[in-house]
T-cell receptor, first 110, second 115 residues
Framework: GQQVMQIPQYQHVQEGEDFTTYCNSS?????IQWYKQRPGGHPVFLIQ?????EVKKQKRLTFQFGEAKKNSSLHITATQTTDVGTYFC??????????FGQGTTLQVKP | DGGITQSPKYLFRKEGQNVTLSCEQN?????MYWYRQDPGQGLRLIYY???????QKGDIAEGYSVSREKKESFPLTVTSAQKNPTAFYLC??????????????FGPGTRLLVL
């Protein structure tokens, strides 16, 4: 079946270092979304990418949608302790409902 | 995340007991979803409903049941048939972007523990 995979599963960085998580779909996606879940919290929508090759920025976060619309990345520049959490990508499945990746959990050492 | 409430925040279940988790939204969203999240894991879809009085099984529906009698409410019952119910349960509702695609808004979740 259709799958959305994320790597890495876990990442530990020193505060100030950069961080990237990658998302890969087994099928072409009409759009890709990113969510952040803080420890003990619930997922919160960050952004949606729709166009092939699209790049969007939110302060230190840069989101990219691949040319083939099958992969995406989230890059955080100069991580801060507030960036701690699990980042999920999600794309619409064949039935229209979202399929979530397994998430990348980011730990930041101060 | 605003506009979706889940209760209780913590729930304890005894062996053989059915328990019901509440999910209410005042966002006027048509579609609602239930997910299960285990520690260090992603989100697994239990059930979803795209319209009142209709719902569909997700990937892990066994041992769970739902109802959708009102647009605002989508309660989840964890039955005694669910042998490993300890998890974090998340309810979500969906709105559609102007550019297409649906964004999910999540409630704060209910942590279910088995005694």
């Amino acid at each position: 079946g259709q799958q959305v995979m994320q790597i890495p599963q876990y990442q530990h960085v020193q505060e100030g270092e950069d961080f990237t998580t990658y998302c890969n779909s087994s099928t072409t996606l009409s759009n890709i979304q990113w969510y952040k879940q803080r420890p003990g919290g619930h997922p919160v929508f960050l952004i949606q990418l729709v166009k092939s090759g699209e790049v969007k920025k939110q302060k230190r976060l840069t989101f990219q949608f691949g040319e083939a619309k099958k992969n995406s990345s989230l890059h955080i520049t100069a991580t801060q302790t507030t960036d701690v959490g699990t980042y999920f990508c999600a794309g619409p499945g064949n039935t229209g409902k979202l399929i979530f990746g397994q998430g990348t959990t980011l730990q930041v050492k101060p | 995340d605003g506009g979706i409430t889940q209760s209780p925040k913590y729930l304890f279940r005894k062996e053989g007991q059915n328990v019901t988790l509440s999910c209410e939204q005042n966002l006027n969203h048509d579609a609602m979803y239930w997910y299960r999240q285990d520690p260090g894991q992603g989100l697994r879809l239990i059930y979803y409903s795209q319209i009142v009085n209709d719902f569909q099984k997700g990937d892990i529906a066994e041992g769970y049941s739902v109802s959708r009698e009102k647009k605002e409410s989508f309660p989840l019952t964890v039955t005694s048939a669910q042998k490993n119910p300890t998890a974090f349960y998340l309810c979500a509702s969906t709105t559609t972007h102007s550019t297409g695609g649906e964004t999910q808004y999540f409630g704060p979740g209910t942590r279910l523990l088995v005694l």
